[in-house]
């Protein structure tokens, strides 16, 4: 798939990255796909409270950013499934930093240790 470029100049890396990422459903759907590829079912049961609508519209955005494929099988009743394409993974992890910051800072890390602003000494 050839990936359309977007309109507009952008200041910098991270403006670019964000212009691929934005909204608030973007990033649950590449992080739902980095496991395994899902159909439409699966991915709206992994990313609670998005919409049909929207689930799919966010989708289609994503494949024309190359970042997700769709794969339709030829079956009946016809089976469509989701992954993430190289350019995918290789945002996805991009973005384990990110994750990592907020579990660290927001929620409280993954061994349970209080938010950075609630500790007294910086590490």
Known sequence: MVTVPRPGAYICGIDAAMDVIGGKWKVLIIWALDKQACRFGELRRLVPGVTEKVLASQLRELEGDGIVHREVYAEVPPRVEYSLT????????????????????????????????DRTARP
């Open 86 to 117: 190289p350019l995918g993974y290789s945002l996805n992890e991009a973005l384990d930093p990110l994750g990592a910051w907020g579990r660290k800072h927001l929620l409280g890390g993954v061994t349970g240790e209080p938010p950075a602003e």
